[in-house]
């Protein structure tokens, strides 16, 4: 275990639907990350969070919304999602009190399928 | 800009037999290079970095890797392959323009599956 989990670890939507990924980080990290990986294309970065501040978000649809609360809790909100968006969606963190400097840890992911 | 590249979409050993997947990289200034790997239904796994120092990295699971600054590469290596080695494998680098105090983001590459067979 790398210390970062997420749930739920499978999620089956609508497209009308309301539902939230979580994760958590029991590293003592400061920084967190939402990753997209689908079939066959490089992870994408979605958003990035240093210090509870949101510090990038890769021109993600709005119908994706982070929240994080904390260092240690990271959110993805979801609603009226499409078919395309179905993914591993991989949570992250990394901080000075990690590995060293820029390692980030990766949760196992939630594979989310809209239907 | 940043960029990796991992010019094999996959890579087939036989078990025993020394293993490489490539990876090459493209930075302004002293690259930050990372290994990771990624096994069926799970995150990624950290293996290995290159920061500074000597060029010849060793990981966890007995992987290793080479920072050839003059070729821009860094090949992740093991002597033996383990049927078990089969996975989904990530180059990663550091990118300097979005560099932010020590958490500067990720570049994956697109991954290579290496498959190693009995």
């Known amino acids: 275990e790398t210390g970062v989990t997420q749930t739920p670890r499978h999620l089956v939507m609508g497209m009308t639907n309301k539902k939230s990924l979580k994760c958590e980080q029991h590293?003592?990290?400061?920084?967190m990350y939402w990753y997209k990986q689908s079939a066959k294309k490089p992870l994408e970065l979605m958003f990035v969070y240093n210090f509870k501040e949101q510090t990038e978000n890769n021109s993600v649809p709005s119908r994706f919304s982070p929240e994080c609360p904390n260092s240690s809790h990271l959110f993805l909100h979801l609603h009226t999602l499409q078919p395309e968006d179905s993914a591993l969606y991989l949570c992250?963190?990394?901080?000075?009190?990690?590995?060293?400097?820029?390692?980030?840890?990766f949760g196992p992911g939630t594979r989310l399928t809209v239907l | 800009a940043q960029s990796v590249a991992q010019p094999e979409d996959q890579v087939n050993v036989a078990e025993g037999n020394p293993l490489t997947v490539k990876c090459t990289y493209s930075?302004?200034?002293?690259?930050?290079l990372f290994w990771y790997v990624q096994y069926p239904n799970r995150g990624l796994q950290f293996l290995l970095k290159y920061i500074t120092g000597d060029n010849l990295v060793k990981g966890s699971y007995g992987f290793e890797a080479e920072f050839n600054k003059s070729q821009t590469s860094f090949h992740l290596k093991k002597p033996s392959a383990l049927v078990s080695d089969s996975a989904l494998y990530f180059c990663a680098v550091r990118d300097v323009v979005n560099y932010g105090g020590s958490q500067g983001n990720l570049i994956f590459g697109k991954g290579t599956k290496l498959s190693v067979k009995p």
């Open positions: 992250a963190s990394a901080g000075l009190a990690g590995g060293g400097t820029d390692t980030q840890y």
């Open positions: 930075v302004s200034g002293n690259p930050y």
């Open positions: 590293l003592g990290h400061n920084a």
